[in-house]
């Protein structure tokens, strides 16, 4: 156990609609990143707050946006979703912003019917 | 452009049998380079770090090391547990902060 926890574990919806993923990091880890893992692509980076702010975007849709709330919890929400948005949602949580290890939660999978 | 690339894509052990996995990479300046366990359905379990060509570490079965274009995960006598995707990543200087670039993975299978 990672000590990262997501919710929910498995989340299925129809194209066009919108979702809400969720994100709990470590105690005392004020970085959290989402990144998303599909079967063709492996894991691509998404976006990273630190503290409340954010720091660096990848390979985020606009579609896509994230937040960091004052307890440090994320939350990332997708919307007007497609097929092909389906696809494996990672939360990674580190102590900083640097090279510090980035410790994984479980992941919610994401069906877009 | 950066990348990273791990091979073989696949590899089948029987028990005991050991090998190596390779992450060859190419970043504008290394600032780490991390090893990952995967199993299926679950998130990526941290398992190393690698800051500079020559390091090394360890940790029951595995040993990961470090050179200036690659890195190499060491399986001694494995084991059927030991079966997982192994995944590596690099953070690199200059790029945005904690932004893992990550390689696709070698799915390591154990036969007892």
């Known amino acids: 156990d990672s000590g990262v926890t997501q919710t929910p574990k498995h989340l299925i919806t129809a194209t066009g609609q919108r979702v809400t993923l969720r994100c709990s990091p470590r105690s005392g880890d004020l970085s959290v990143y989402w990144y998303q893992q599909s079967l063709d692509q492996g894991l691509q980076f998404l976006i990273h707050y630190y503290n409340g702010e954010e720091r660096a975007k990848g390979n985020i849709l606009e579609r896509f946006s994230a937040q960091q709330f004052p307890d440090l919890h994320s939350e990332l929400n997708l919307s007007s979703l497609e097929l092909g948005d389906s696809a494996l949602y990672f939360c990674?949580?580190?102590?900083?912003?640097?090279?510090?290890?980035?410790?994984f939660g479980p992941g919610t999978r994401l069906t877009v019917l | 452009e950066d990348q990273v690339t791990q091979s073989p894509e696949a590899l089948r052990l029987q028990e005991g049998e050991s090998s190596s996995l390779n992450c060859s990479y190419t970043?504008?300046?290394?600032?780490?380079l991390f090893w990952y366990r995967q199993d299926p359905g679950k998130g990526p379990e941290f398992l190393f770090t690698?800051?500079?060509a020559g390091e090394e570490k360890e940790k029951e079965r595995l040993k990961a090391t470090l050179t200036k274009k690659e890195s190499f995960l060491h399986i001694t006598a494995p084991k059927p547990e030991d079966s997982a995707t192994y995944l590596c990543a690099v953070l690199r200087y200059g790029g945005s902060q904690g932004n893992l670039i990550f390689g696709k993975g070698t799915k390591l299978s154990v036969k007892p």
């Open positions: 970043v504008s300046g290394l600032r780490g």
């Open positions: 990674a949580s580190s102590l900083s912003g640097t090279v510090n290890e980035q410790f």
């Open positions: 690698l800051y500079s």
